[in-house]
């Protein structure tokens, strides 16, 4: 369990609230309209009305107390500047800040972001590669060169095995595990047949996905 200060309520800053809620960490959540702190109270440990731009109101939270501070504000980006510098200056371990723009995403790295989210990015990409083919069913980019892709079992490889379809020596591809009715399964063996029940978790090289046949 992580202690978690989130700055920013809107509706990113919300879900990000209620996932952290759903994993188990405690979380301070702050926001200087009061309606969108009273919105998350069953939800968060702790919750504050305040302006995130004002030193003395960070200072009172105990920044080096949090494993992790989040900027979600996304309505502002000066104020979304100016939060992540004076996190950093009060000493946070970690600051991860939301970007809606490249530049964006530029300054906030100079200004003391440790990491940027940039949800319209990752989601365009997420969907332009969902787009790519019927198979795939989820994808998370690990860096620029390999990826984790769910896909639905292609009809070309139904009835077939892990060992027959060789995957691995064919396109450099590692099978992860496969989700079975809703339930993840990640016991992998030769022997193991492709179904349409199963849906399989590969760990690909962008190169080779490109070179499947789906």
Not at 37 to 48: D, F, K, N, P, W
Not at 141 to 148: F, K, R
Not at 199 to 209: A, E, G, N, R, V
């Amino acid at each position: 369990m992580k202690s978690i200060l989130l700055i920013g309520l809107g509706r990113f800053g919300t879900h990000i609230a209620e996932k952290l809620d759903e994993l188990g960490h405690q979380v301070m959540a702050v926001d200087g309209i009061e309606e969108r702190v009273q919105s998350v109270l069953h939800i968060v440990t702790y919750a504050q009305i305040g302006d995130s731009t004002n030193k003395e109101f960070l200072t009172s939270l105990g920044i080096k107390n949090f494993d992790t501070c989040i900027v979600a504000i996304g309505d502002d980006f000066q104020n979304s500047l100016e939060t992540t510098s004076l996190l950093k200056e009060l000493g946070a371990k970690k600051v991860i800040s939301r970007a809606s723009t490249g530049v964006q995403e530029k300054f906030l790295l100079r200004n003391g972001a440790d990491e940027v989210i940039y949800p319209e990015k990752q989601l365009a990409a997420w969907t332009a590669i969902r787009c790519t083919s019927d198979h795939i069913v989820d994808y998370i980019e690990l860096d620029e060169n390999y990826s984790i892709y769910e896909l639905s079992v292609p009809e070309q490889w139904l009835g077939k095995t892990v060992l027959q379809l060789d995957l691995r020596k064919k396109y450099g591809i590692n099978i992860l595990g496969f989700r079975n009715n809703g339930r993840l399964e990640m016991t992998v063996t030769p022997e193991t047949v492709m179904t349409k029940e199963k849906s399989i978790l590969i760990l690909c090289p962008q190169k080779s996905f490109r070179k499947l046949p789906i």
